[in-house]
């Protein structure tokens, strides 16, 4: 019944920021997914008998994944692998069902925001017992273990039956499956005032949720459509197609610039919103106001306390190091700690965990709470509804107020996508070698490569980025990307404070020139490059 594969290792299965990710091709290789699954199950200690939460955004190759993965979890004596109807979980579902179940860990397939079908991305992701992505210890073990493998084992048994709810047997091993909405849509209704909500819509409040054709549409029908009454029309591109419609499932404003472009227009809804393949960004729009990732943390941290779930006050905030400093000025404010970690949901698990942070946040459009270890999009846009319910003011207004308040944080980023791998690594070691001497030049105070200890179990992870610090609170961070499939993606993050209300409305790109003009310069962009523009600003 369970058989033994002899095989041998592949280059490059290092698991990066989020998870195993390459081109849908790669993945196909023969032994390719059975030789990083092997070497999860290999890394980890103490799981027979114990439940495996088993899923995915829907992209293609994500069933047949989750039938390799079923038979070698039987294989491997897992006593119970509790899978999403179809395959299908949103990242932050997955979450959530590993901590209900007090499963011992996860299987996430996702390449998240990456394009997919059958030239696209796929990917595979462990996650831990408190719900969260695995963190570097065990990642670095699995990547040890890809690259000695030499065999590996599954079941010979027939597919199991994905679609029909309820209890199947594998090689001995129960197969559960389970409808993927509805444990994460009761947690949302312990978190959210769903009547004060229900309300807003009914009085007439409009919005377009954009689920890209990813994980989101059957989540977002249930609960907004559905539970919170939004009419019918509000979710767009609800059902989940393998290849996301041909589209990038990435909620910014070029991916999903139509949405911007109606929320600006006169036919605008009071809210639009949108996430990306797996469920964990949100992108916010509303009428005539974008909210950029970093302010809409800083604006749900100073609001959360709106919400049922969060009305007794937050232990602390945490940001990933390049995400704006809005959310430190919330934290200050609030006299609660704030939080600088490393870019990666992973790096946050240990301080919601040990609850010294509630709600964390990256500029990549990624938000959560502890209510789960993952970012969450629909939270996300569930938690300003309900603030935009109570506070009976349009985003704009709320936008304005914050700032007037806070202070603004002018932020962006310009990402150089698929450039050559080692002009790359040059333009990020020359910036390296020439730390000392950035000091004292253009008003610089500080450059470093950002290094994080982490304060809850003493972890360094080094090489997370060169800051680049202005005296003024201005700063540039230069990182590479860990999510990419092909060459390397430059990411040059970009911002500015301005406490002056008398200067909150300027163009961001305007109010950014001077820094984005000096990005240029210390690292010679072009020249290692060969690019003289970013192919994205966000
Ligand atoms: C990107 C983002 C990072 C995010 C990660 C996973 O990583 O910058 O903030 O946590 O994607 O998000 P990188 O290494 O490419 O900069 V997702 O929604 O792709 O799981
Ligand atoms: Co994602």
Not at 296 to 307: D, R, T
Not at 343 to 364: H, M, P, R, V, Y
């Amino acid at each position: 019944m369970i058989k033994t594969v002899a095989t041998t290792p592949f280059e490059g299965q290092r698991p990066g920021t989020s998870g195993l990710r390459k081109k849908v091709p790669v993945f196909q290789t023969p032994h390719y997914v059975e030789n990083f699954v092997q070497s999860v199950f290999d890394s980890l200690a103490g799981f027979a008998g114990k439940t495996l939460v088993l899923g995915g955004d829907g992209r293609y190759f994500n069933r047949e994944t989750v039938q390799t993965v079923l038979k070698m979890a039987a294989a491997s004596g897992f006593g119970r692998v509790v899978v999403g109807q179809g395959g299908i979980l949103s990242t932050p579902a997955a979450s959530h069902v590993i901590r209900k179940r007090g499963a011992f860990g996860g299987l996430i397939l996702s390449a998240s925001h990456n394009p997919g079908g059958p030239d696209g991305d796929f990917g595979i992701k462990y996650n831990i017992g408190n719900g969260g992505p695995a963190p570097e210890a065990i990642t670095e073990a699995i990547f040890a273990h890809t690259r000695s493998i030499r065999e590996y084992r599954i079941a010979e048994a027939p597919d199991c039956d994905l679609d029909r709810l309820g209890e199947t047997s594998l090689a001995g091993m129960v197969v559960e499956v389970i409808d993927p909405v509805a444990d994460y849509q009761a947690l949302m209704e312990t978190l959210f005032d769903f009547t004060a909500i229900r309300a807003l819509f009914a009085g007439g409040f409009t919005m377009r949720f954009d689920a890209m054709s990813a994980v989101t549409g059957p989540y977002a029908h249930a609960i907004l459509e559905g539970a919170l009454g939004a009419a019918p029309g509000t979710v767009m591109n609800g059902t989940p197609l393998p290849d996301f419609g041909g589209h990038h499932p990435d909620p910014n404003l070029v991916h999903a610039k139509h949405l911007y472009d109606l929320a600006m227009s006169e036919a605008a809804p009071d809210l639009c919103a949108a996430s990306d393949g797996d469920g964990d960004r949100n992108l916010i729009i509303g009428r005539g106001q974008f909210v950029t990732p970093s302010d809409s943390v800083a604006m749900l941290a100073a609001n959360a306390h709106l919400a049922p779930g969060y009305a007794a006050g937050l232990a602390g905030i945490a940001r990933s190091m390049p995400t704006s400093a809005a959310a430190d000025r919330v934290a200050q404010a609030l006299g609660i700690a704030s939080f600088e970690t490393p870019t990666g949901w992973k790096f946050f698990g240990n301080l919601l965990d040990a609850g010294l942070a509630t709600i964390c946040g990256e500029e990549s459009a990624g938000t959560g709470s502890n209510h789960v270890r993952e970012k969450d999009g629909l939270w996300a846009v569930l938690l300003w509804l309900n603030i935009l319910a109570v506070r009976k003011q349009s985003v704009a207004e709320i936008v304005r107020e914050h700032w007037a308040r806070y202070g603004r944080n002018y932020y962006s980023r310009h990402d150089y996508e698929e450039v050559p791998a080692d002009g790359a690594n040059a333009l990020m070691q020359a910036l390296r070698d020439g730390l000392a001497a950035l000091v004292g030049r253009h008003a610089i105070v500080a450059a470093d490569d950002f290094a994080y200890h982490d304060p809850v179990d003493g972890s360094l992870s080094e090489h997370q980025g060169i800051r680049v610090l202005f005296g003024d609170g201005a700063r540039i961070v230069y990182r590479l990307s860990g999510t990419g499939t092909a060459g390397a993606t430059l990411r040059v993050y970009l911002e500015r404070y301005e406490p002056d209300p008398s200067q909150h409305a300027i163009d961001t790109q305007a109010a950014l020139a001077k820094l984005i003009v000096l990005a240029e310069e210390l690292a010679g962009i072009a020249r290692h490059t060969g690019r003289s523009a970013p192919s994205v600003i966000t």
